[in-house]
T-cell receptor, first 113, second 114 residues
Framework: GNSVTQMEGPVTLSEEAFLTINCTYTATGYPSLFWYVQYPGEGLQLLLKATKADDKGSNKGFEATYRKETTSFHLEKGSVQVSDSAVYFCALITNSGNTPLVFGKGTRLSVIA | DGGITQSPKYLFRKEGQNVTLSCEQNLNHDAMYWYRQDPGQGLRLIYYSQIVNDFQKGDIAEGYSVSREKKESFPLTVTSAQKNPTAFYLC?????????????FGEGSRLTVL
């Protein structure tokens, strides 16, 4: 079956540090990959996505590259801010219409000034 | 503005009571989903609906029920059969028929059983 594995948190970084959150996946077919972010007390919102191998998704300084050879979609940011403190979820969906996304367990990031 | 509205934001329930969480969307999306979020466990799928008058069980459907009588609405009932209902519940919708479709989430409903 399809699954997503994320690095366990929490991750605590100082402001302006480099961020990497690892995500690997197992899927049948050719999945699309997503990173969602959840700020405290809110629902999830899409951060970035990639729909085919070697695509790079980017938004708000975050980037992730779809690596088919390593089945990975690691999230990176060169310089984090306190406002980036949130829970980050990696997710995938295979090309099967409106079937549900499969989510990882989430990684909590805390950025301290 | 288009979006998903969940209500109530906070809900308290006594043991043995059924409660219904509301989810309404004005995005004209066909598919709607209910997830449960517990600390350290990520999101777990309860039920989903790909079209009006049709829905499927997710991974943890026991103790829950849903209906999809209108495209805009997908209410979730947490029944007394749900052994541990205290959690944060998230509703989402998705448009289009391809795998590039983004999920749009509501703000969530936090249910506490007293």
């Amino acid at each position: 079956g399809n699954s997503v594995t994320q690095m366990e948190g929490p991750v605590t970084l100082s402001e302006e540090a480099f961020l990497t959150i690892n995500c690997t996946y197992t899927a049948t077919g050719y999945p699309s990959l997503f990173w969602y972010v959840q700020y405290p007390g809110e629902g999830l919102q899409l951060l970035l996505k990639a729909t085919k191998a070697d695509d790079k998704g980017s938004n708000k300084g975050f980037e992730a590259t779809y690596r088919k050879e390593t089945t990975s979609f690691h999230l990176e940011k060169g310089s984090v801010q306190v406002s980036d403190s949130a829970v980050y979820f990696c997710a995938l969906i295979t090309n099967s219409g409106n079937t549900p996304l499969v989510f990882g367990k989430g990684t909590r990031l805390s950025v301290i000034a | 503005d288009g979006g998903i509205t969940q209500s109530p934001k906070y809900l308290f329930r006594k043991e043995g009571q059924n409660v219904t969480l509301s989810c309404e969307q004005n995005l004209n999306h066909d598919a709607m989903y209910w997830y449960r979020q517990d600390p350290g466990q990520g999101l777990r799928l309860i039920y989903y609906s790909q079209i009006v008058n049709d829905f499927q069980k997710g991974d943890i459907a026991e103790g829950y029920s849903v209906s999809r009588e209108k495209k805009e609405s997908f209410p979730l009932t947490v029944t007394s059969a749900q052994k541990n209902p205290t959690a944060f519940y998230l509703c989402a919708s998705r448009g289009g028929g391809t795998n590039t479709g983004e999920l749009f989430f509501g703000e969530g409903s936090r249910l506490t059983v007293l």
